[in-house]
Structure formats: structure tokens, C-alpha cells
């Protein structure tokens, strides 16, 4: 039997298993690369399968370098603006943060809350479809059911979409917290204190990051950064 | 006079490793390891043209052709590199070398995708075998594992970093870390076959 069948019929050795897992991640990861490489090929050296594209490509070539020149200046413009404006400085280095790191959420098998609202969840989250995510975990909430860790992937949702919804992140993030001897109770805490920061809620981010860094939790070098930049007087 | 001599030795050192040093082919070896591959990209790309040139003369090759086996001679190198079976010594030869073969190889074949050499210990018959809607269910079943799993699969099976090296960076005992691996592959299996059967 070929390896494939094997693998999709379940019936190969853990071997079998590696080597078909693999071979798929190697085929997905190549491709990627490739499409760069061609891509880069063609935009930088002007070079393409198709022959007759050649000349195209360095007519091209020469309109994006001007487009490039002119995206770089206003890029330059921009960065001074940012730099200019400290004000803003907090909620950059929140933004950064929290696009930075999104924390997974596994499905754990043989859990006993386990249902298959969560299941789809949790799914939807790990495709980044935080808007999907985040309808289905506010229908546990609503239900009553919701646990620690619905409440606080409610919340990273609710920050992690595209347009960010802070009052309901700071809600959800604040029932996590409320939940007694949760185990996510550091992570919940790291990005409710973002959520004030996007809030413009300073004192309130301000006392949370303060208890991390005092206490070393989670994040704690992040918070200590953030504790600099933030203004005193608000 | 001995400084300069040792200058112009290193200069041609370079000239055989797409000019690099071998300290630079150190920090090459590291950043694809770390799943980087800018600079792979940018030091191999420069010497495309020249690999292209040397198929359509040595081989008589067309231009698509001599561009497919450069193009998979970047892939294959790569994994090379990664899986530490390349040295540093003469690379311009040894990627010249490997894309006469690869050409030659593909003209075989005559189909680029079935010939494509793996670096797998799986024959080109049992890659061949896979029907091109396995890979797309794959490519619709990976996003669906959990951030965790996806990074330590591609460490290990694409940026081929040793076991012990991952269990290093996250302070976990190797042993934890490959039974994490096997969930992970189980998992995989699981949401592919949802997929591949839907």
C-alpha cells in the first residue's frame, strides 16, 4: 500500500506518519519560497519564465523604482511625524504588543467543557477570524456557560480584529479576571492593562502594569517598557 | 606581502561562496535555521542569471527550462544547507554542479512537478503517487492547528532544527517536546482527513 493511503486510512507507523507530514510541510513551505524567489526575480534582476515578459519586466523594473523612491520619502515623513509625537508613543508600543504575539488556543481533548460552539471558536480563532470568534464566544457568555478561558479569548478577539473593540475586550478580559484561581489570570491581566492603554485609561493601565513588574509576571519586561513611556500627569 | 597574499586568498575564497565569508555563511546557516531566509534569497538570487546562462550552454537548455532547475536547485540547496550537508569551500561549483543534475533529472522526467527531487527518503514514485488535491487540502488543514503546533512542526520538519535545540529554546525537556510533536502530527492527520474527505 502507498504511503499516502496509508496515512489517510490511518494505518501508518509513526515513521510513515513523520515522513508524509514532511513531505507536506517541505511542498507547502517550498512553494511559498519559491513564489517569493519568482516574484524577486522578477522585480529586482528582471528575470522570468516567460522570455517575451523579459523586456516588460524592466520597464517595470524602473517604474517600481521610482514608485519606491517616492513610497520612501513619505515613509521618512511619516517616521518623523511618529517621533514628533510622543504623545501617541504608548499606544504605538500597545499596538506593537498586540500584534506582536497572539497566544494560541488549543483544543484540549477530554475536556469537560467541551462543547461544539467552543469547538468552532476556537477553530475561527486559530484562522484569525477573530470577528467569527468572538460572535461565537459572546453566545457562551450569553448562555451563562462561559468559562475563564472564553471570557479571555473573548477579549483577545474583540483586540485582535481589525477594527479593535476596546469596551467589550476590557469587559470580557475583566470577567476572566474575575473568575477565582483562574489559570489565566497574567495573561488576562497583560492585555487588559492594553486594553486600558487603548482605552486612554492610563491610571487604570498604569496600577496593572505597575503589579506585574512588581511581581514578575507575565510579560513583565513588555510592561516595564510600557511603565516608561507612559505620561505621568493623566 | 604575507598580509596581502592572504587578502587576495580570501577575496578568492569569497569569489567561490557567492561572496561570502565564512563567517557570513555561518550567519546564513543560523538565520535559516531561525526560518529566515532573506538573505538566502538575496546572496542566490544575484547568481540566478549566471546558473541560468551556464544550463543554456553546458546543456543547450531553453530558457524555461533553465529556469525551472535553477529554481528548484534554490530549493534543494536550501535544504541542504539547512540539514548541515554543505559545507563551505566552492559553492558556485557545487550549485552549478547540482543544477546540471537537476536539469537533467527533469528532462528525464519530462514533468517538472513529478521529478521534483525531495530531500525526503521517500522515492519520486511515492511523491508522485499523492493526487494534487491532498496538497490542497493540506494547504486548507494547516492554518487550522493551533499557532503552537504549526511553529514546532516547521522547526523541525522545514527549518530542520534538532529536537533538543527547540526543547532548548522553550526550557522544556526534550521527551515532553516530542510527545508534543506526535499530538501535533496526530492532530494534523485528523483535521487533513476532515479535510481531504470533505
Given at each position: 500500500?502507498?504511503?499516502?493511503?496509508?496515512?489517510?486510512?490511518?494505518?501508518?507507523?509513526e515513521?510513515e506518519?513523520?515522513?508524509?507530514?514532511?513531505?507536506?510541510?517541505?511542498?507547502?513551505y517550498?512553494?511559498?519560497?519559491?513564489?517569493?524567489?519568482?516574484?524577486r526575480?522578477?522585480?529586482?534582476?528582471?528575470?522570468?519564465?516567460?522570455?517575451?515578459?523579459?523586456?516588460?519586466?524592466l520597464?517595470r523594473?524602473?517604474?517600481?523604482?521610482?514608485?519606491?523612491?517616492?513610497?520612501?520619502?513619505?515613509?521618512?515623513?511619516?517616521?518623523i511625524?511618529?517621533?514628533?509625537s510622543?504623545?501617541?508613543?504608548?499606544q504605538?508600543m500597545?499596538?506593537?504588543?498586540?500584534t506582536?504575539?497572539?497566544?494560541?488556543?488549543?483544543m484540549?481533548?477530554?475536556a469537560?467543557?467541551?462543547?461544539?460552539?467552543?469547538?468552532?471558536?476556537?477553530i475561527?480563532?486559530?484562522?484569525?477570524?477573530?470577528?467569527?470568534?468572538?460572535?461565537l464566544?459572546?453566545?457562551?457568555?450569553?448562555?451563562?456557560?462561559?468559562?475563564?478561558?472564553?471570557?479571555?479569548y473573548?477579549?483577545?478577539?474583540?483586540?485582535?480584529q481589525?477594527?479593535?473593540?476596546?469596551?467589550?475586550a476590557?469587559?470580557?478580559l475583566?470577567?476572566?479576571?474575575?473568575?477565582?484561581?483562574?489559570?489565566l489570570?497574567?495573561?488576562?491581566?497583560?492585555?487588559?492593562?492594553?486594553?486600558?492603554?487603548?482605552?486612554?485609561?492610563?491610571?487604570?493601565?498604569?496600577?496593572l502594569?505597575?503589579?506585574i513588574?512588581?511581581?514578575?509576571?507575565?510579560?513583565?519586561?513588555?510592561?516595564?517598557?510600557?511603565?516608561?513611556v507612559?505620561?505621568?500627569?493623566? | 606581502?604575507?598580509?596581502?597574499?592572504?587578502?587576495?586568498?580570501?577575496?578568492?575564497?569569497?569569489?567561490?561562496?557567492?561572496?561570502?565569508?565564512?563567517?557570513d555563511?555561518?550567519?546564513?546557516?543560523?538565520?535559516?535555521?531561525?526560518?529566515?531566509?532573506?538573505l538566502?534569497?538575496?546572496?542566490?538570487?544575484?547568481?540566478?542569471?549566471?546558473?541560468?546562462?551556464?544550463?543554456?550552454?553546458q546543456?543547450?537548455?531553453?530558457h524555461?527550462d533553465?529556469?525551472?532547475?535553477?529554481?528548484?536547485?534554490?530549493?534543494?540547496?536550501?535544504?541542504?544547507?539547512?540539514?548541515?550537508?554543505?559545507?563551505?569551500?566552492?559553492?558556485?561549483?557545487?550549485?552549478?554542479?547540482?543544477?546540471?543534475?537537476?536539469?537533467?533529472?527533469l528532462k528525464?522526467?519530462?514533468?517538472?512537478?513529478?521529478?521534483?527531487?525531495?530531500?525526503?527518503?521517500?522515492?519520486?514514485?511515492?511523491?508522485?503517487?499523492i493526487?494534487?488535491?491532498?496538497?490542497?487540502?493540506?494547504?486548507v488543514?494547516?492554518p487550522?492547528?493551533?499557532?503552537?503546533?504549526?511553529?514546532?512542526?516547521?522547526?523541525?520538519f522545514?527549518?530542520?532544527?534538532?529536537l533538543k535545540?527547540?526543547?532548548?529554546?522553550?526550557?522544556k525537556?526534550?521527551?515532553?517536546?516530542?510527545?508534543q510533536?506526535?499530538?501535533?502530527?496526530?492532530?494534523?492527520?485528523a483535521i487533513?482527513k476532515?479535510?481531504?474527505?470533505?
Amino acid at each position: 500500500m502507498k504511503l499516502f493511503d496509508k496515512y489517510r486510512q490511518n494505518s501508518a507507523n509513526e515513521e510513515e506518519k513523520a515522513a508524509m507530514t514532511e513531505l507536506f510541510i517541505q511542498q507547502k513551505y517550498d512553494k511559498e519560497l519559491k513564489d517569493k524567489m519568482k516574484k524577486r526575480l522578477e522585480r529586482d534582476h528582471g528575470i522570468t519564465r516567460n522570455r517575451s515578459q523579459q523586456g516588460t519586466a524592466l520597464r517595470r523594473k524602473m517604474v517600481v523604482r521610482w514608485v519606491s523612491s517616492i513610497a520612501a520619502a513619505v515613509l521618512i515623513g511619516l517616521a518623523i511625524w511618529q517621533v514628533a509625537s510622543p504623545r501617541l508613543n504608548y499606544q504605538n508600543m500597545a499596538d506593537e504588543m498586540l500584534t506582536a504575539y497572539i497566544p494560541s488556543n488549543e483544543m484540549r481533548k477530554g475536556a469537560g467543557d467541551f462543547s461544539e460552539e467552543r469547538g468552532e471558536a476556537i477553530i475561527a480563532y486559530n484562522r484569525q477570524d477573530f470577528e467569527r470568534s468572538a460572535q461565537l464566544r459572546e453566545l457562551i457568555a450569553k448562555g451563562g456557560a462561559a468559562t475563564e478561558e472564553d471570557f479571555f479569548y473573548l477579549g483577545v478577539s474583540f483586540l485582535s480584529q481589525e477594527q479593535v473593540q476596546v469596551a467589550p475586550a476590557i469587559e470580557a478580559l475583566q470577567n476572566a479576571l474575575n473568575i477565582p484561581q483562574g489559570q489565566l489570570r497574567q495573561e488576562a491581566q497583560w492585555y487588559l492593562s492594553l486594553a486600558y492603554l487603548k482605552a486612554d485609561r492610563i491610571a487604570d493601565a498604569r496600577s496593572l502594569l505597575e503589579r506585574i513588574v512588581n511581581e514578575n509576571e507575565w510579560k513583565a519586561s513588555s510592561a516595564a517598557r510600557l511603565l516608561e513611556v507612559l505620561p505621568s500627569e493623566k | 606581502m604575507e598580509k596581502q597574499t592572504s587578502n587576495q586568498r580570501s577575496k578568492t575564497d569569497e569569489a567561490k561562496n557567492f561572496g561570502l565569508s565564512p563567517e557570513d555563511f555561518q550567519t546564513l546557516l543560523q538565520e535559516l535555521r531561525a526560518g529566515k531566509d532573506e538573505l538566502y534569497q538575496q546572496v542566490f538570487l544575484n547568481h540566478f542569471g549566471d546558473c541560468m546562462n551556464y544550463l543554456k550552454r553546458q546543456y543547450k537548455a531553453t530558457h524555461e527550462d533553465a529556469y525551472d532547475a535553477s529554481m528548484d536547485t534554490l530549493l534543494i540547496f536550501c535544504d541542504r544547507l539547512k540539514k548541515g550537508r554543505i559545507q563551505y569551500g566552492n559553492l558556485r561549483f557545487l550549485f552549478t554542479q547540482m543544477a546540471g543534475q537537476v536539469y537533467l533529472k527533469l528532462k528525464k522526467k519530462n514533468s517538472r512537478y513529478a521529478s521534483f527531487p525531495n530531500s525526503l527518503d521517500l522515492s519520486d514514485e511515492e511523491t508522485a503517487s499523492i493526487p494534487q488535491e491532498a496538497f490542497e487540502a493540506f494547504d486548507v488543514a494547516w492554518p487550522e492547528l493551533g499557532t503552537e503546533c504549526r511553529k514546532l512542526l516547521k522547526a523541525f520538519f522545514y527549518d530542520r532544527v534538532k529536537l533538543k535545540d527547540v526543547a532548548l529554546q522553550q526550557g522544556k525537556s526534550e521527551a515532553a517536546l516530542r510527545k508534543q510533536k506526535q499530538r501535533c502530527m496526530q492532530k494534523l492527520q485528523a483535521i487533513f482527513k476532515k479535510q481531504y474527505q470533505a
